[in-house]
């Protein structure tokens, strides 16, 4: 039987819970627990994103990591990368590094208010790291969907975050929105099944 991936109670370390950097540090702390199940068995197997596969999403998620770091010294999006092409061995070590230059970046609370020039929007890191704790969380589901791990989701952080998913993210989708149409799911649905539905995946 395959162990479900739970986060542990000091994953986050001395931040306030209010504090939108502890979700962030919940969701990379989970996603670093899924890449670790990540093996030349299952990197081939396709994720709910039909042109990544598992490595190739274990690669975006370092690259999402990097791209928060680096929003944060004002590198252009167009200069940092939107996915690593890694080997398998490689994503323990590149998802360390990137976590840790992470950390670095957003170690100061100023950063909750500086204005981060994002792809899409400039915004204030407080409103960022709850739009990327998002991201990181539906593609950590991704890949623990494309490798068929089962995780235990911390919903307490999903159901703050989810309502600005909602309202950061239309529920049209037309040109320019980076997101498929929402699919009908229960209203009881968990709270994970929720988030990765606005954002176009089929729970």
């Not at 627990?33 to 999403?57: H, K, Y």
């Amino acid at each position: 039987m395959t162990q479900t991936i739970t986060l542990p109670n000091s994953s986050t370390g001395p931040l306030d819970e209010r504090d939108p950097r502890h979700g962030l540090a919940c969701a990379t702390v989970l996603a670093r627990l899924v890449t670790q199940r990540v093996t030349p068995e299952n990197a081939t197997m396709i994720s709910p994103c039909p042109e990544w596969d598992a490595r190739s999403v274990a690669g975006h998620i370092i690259a999402v990591l990097d791209r928060l770091a680096g929003f944060t010294h004002g590198i252009p999006a167009e200069d940092l990368p939107f996915l690593h092409d890694l080997r398998v061995d490689q994503l323990e070590t590149q998802f360390d590094r990137a976590a840790h230059a992470l950390q670095e970046a957003w170690s100061s609370s100023s950063v909750l208010s500086q204005m981060l020039v994002l792809p899409f929007a400039t915004l204030p890191g407080s409103v960022a790291a709850r739009f990327y704790t998002s991201e990181l969380l539906v593609h950590t589901w991704d890949l623990a969907t494309a490798i068929q791990v089962p995780v235990q989701w911390p919903d307490d952080l999903i159901l703050q975050i989810l309502p600005g998913a909602r309202a950061g993210i239309p529920l049209e989708r037309g040109p320019g929105i980076p997101f498929g149409p929402v699919p009908t799911i229960p209203d009881n649905a968990p709270p994970i099944a929720q988030l990765v539905a606005w954002l176009g995946r089929r729970p």
